[in-house]
Nanobody
Framework: QAQLVESGGGLVQAGGSLRLSCAAS????????MYWFRQVPGKEREFVAA???????YYVDSVKGRFTINRDNAKSTVSLQMNSLKPEDTAVYYC???????????????WGKGTLVTVSS
């Protein structure tokens, strides 16, 4: 059974950094496109970043130049390095996976349970 488990969330001051990780199990990881989404209570879930099975990277405009997504197929993990954090980055961050060709929507095959990132001003 597929499982995605996020880690690395926490409280950080504005301007600081955090690194989120997502460990996948029960899937052939190298075949999956991996995503990070985030959600603030009362708002829709928002795409943050993605890395395709072939290594292409995609970011929402608001995090370009500040966040970096990477994957390690040997360890079945995807990471999100977040630098220059802002209070508006505060959200629950979710890892997700989808097989096949890269897809830019939010209909994922698998979701993690999320990890909370809080950025104080």
């Amino acid at each position: 059974q597929a499982q995605l488990v996020e880690s690395g969330g926490g409280l950080v001051q504005a301007g600081g950094s955090l690194r989120l990780s997502c460990a996948a199990s029960g899937v052939t990881f190298r075949n999956y496109n991996m995503y990070w989404f985030r959600q603030v209570p009362g708002k829709e879930r928002e795409f943050v970043a993605a890395i395709s099975w072939s290594g292409s990277k995609y970011y929402v405009d608001s995090v370009k130049g500040r966040f970096t997504i990477n994957r390690d197929n040997a360890k079945s993990t995807v990471s999100l390095q977040m630098n220059s954090l802002k209070p508006e980055d505060t959200a629950v961050y979710y890892c997700a996976a989808r097989g096949g060709s890269y897809y830019s929507g939010s209909d994922m095959d698998y979701w993690g349970k999320g990890t909370l990132v809080t950025v104080s001003s």
